[in-house]
């Protein structure tokens, strides 16, 4: 069983940044992918990072975002320019490999449960 607990969300001006973080615990083994995704209100849940055995971002936040891990199991996402659009609440996700084009492509066998993320114009 894996329990994956994100926080740093809250709430900026547009232009400015968050650093979220999301810590795993429980049997993760030594070889898996993890990444974010974000969901807004009346929208589906959309990936954003992934990082495994290669990094992936999606189109919108390249060159603002950055996704990266420790050796305590958590995985960070670093947001820099923050646009309104990016308001979401952001889910951390992991699967059990190490292949992260798993996580690009929606597939995960744990979630955290979200952090709000909300940008201000």
């Known amino acids: 069983q894996v329990q994956l607990v994100e926080s740093g969300g809250g709430l900026v001006q547009a232009g400015g940044s968050l650093r979220l973080s999301c810590a795993a615990s429980?049997?993760?083994?030594?070889?898996?992918?993890m990444g974010w995704f974000r969901q807004a209100p009346g929208k589906e849940r959309d990936f954003v990072a992934a990082?495994?055995?290669?990094i992936y971002y999606t189109d919108s936040v390249k060159g603002r975002f950055t996704i990266s891990r420790d050796a305590v199991n958590t995985v960070y996402l670093q947001m820099n320019s923050l646009k309104p659009e990016d308001t979401a609440v952001y889910y951390c996700?992991?699967?059990?490999?190490?292949?992260?084009?798993?996580?690009?492509?929606?597939?995960?066998?744990?979630w955290g449960q979200g952090t709000q993320v909300s940008v201000s114009s």
């Open positions: 429980g049997r993760t083994g030594s070889f898996y992918a």
């Open positions: 990082i495994g055995s290669n």
């Open positions: 996700a992991l699967n059990l490999g190490p292949a992260a084009e798993g996580v690009r492509e929606g597939r995960a066998d744990y």
